[in-house]
Every structure is written in structure tokens, then in C-alpha cells.
């Protein structure tokens, strides 16, 4: 069964960093891309940052590009998003997903983890 496990949310001022994880586990993930998104109320989910699994390409939605930064860990089977110079903005849950390489359909969702940031 997979499984993606968040973790590293909660509540930061503006200018602030945090860093959130993705624990991965069920399956072998090197044919998948690993992606972020986020969801803030009242808005549509938002792709944030995506990274493939295989040869660590990345690519980022504009919105956060030169602020955030995700990476992989293959040992753990962990992927992160580290978050530089946060903004109101950036408040949403931030939700860890997967996709098979060259898709556009995506496989698996984590559960969430909320991300604020107060002015």
C-alpha cells in the first residue's frame, strides 16, 4: 500500500523559513516524479515544485521560484521542499503527490500539512 506522510508544517512570520518532508513508502518510486502542491481557502490547488525521481530534474511553479527549493533523499525515500522567504501568500496546506514520469495524471496524495504565515 502506498503511502506519502507529510510532516513539517505550522506557523512562521513572513521572511521566515520552513522545511517539509515526504515520507514515501508501498512502492519503488524510480519511474514516478515526486510532486508539491498547495491548496489555500477558497482557491485552487497550485502546483508548487516537482522533482523526478530518476535523475533529480526539478522544475517550479513561478509563484515560488528562487524562494523554495525541493530535493530527494533515495535512501529514505524522502522528499523535501525547503521554503525560504515565505510570504502571506504562501499559506495553504501543502500536499505531497506522485506521478508516473511523463504523465500528467497523478497516482498518489499525501494527506496534507497546513502552512501559515502571519504578516
Known amino acids: 500500500q502506498v503511502q506519502l506522510v507529510e510532516s513539517g508544517g505550522g506557523m512562521v512570520q513572513a521572511g521566515g523559513s520552513l522545511r517539509l518532508s515526504c515520507a514515501a513508502s508501498g512502492h519503488t518510486f524510480t519511474i514516478y516524479t515526486m510532486d508539491w502542491f498547495r491548496q489555500a481557502p477558497g482557491k485552487e490547488r497550485e502546483f508548487v515544485a516537482s522533482?523526478?525521481?530518476?535523475?533529480?530534474?526539478?522544475y517550479y511553479g513561478d509563484s515560488v521560484k528562487g524562494r523554495f527549493t525541493i530535493s530527494r533523499d533515495n535512501i529514505e525515500n524522502a522528499v523535501y521542499l525547503q521554503m525560504n522567504s515565505l510570504k502571506p501568500e504562501d499559506t495553504a496546506v501543502y500536499y505531497c503527490a506522485a506521478h508516473r514520469t511523463g504523465s500528467s495524471v497523478v497516482n498518489y496524495w499525501g494527506q496534507g500539512t497546513q502552512v501559515t504565515v502571519s504578516s
Open positions: 522533482i523526478t525521481w530518476s535523475d533529480g530534474s526539478t
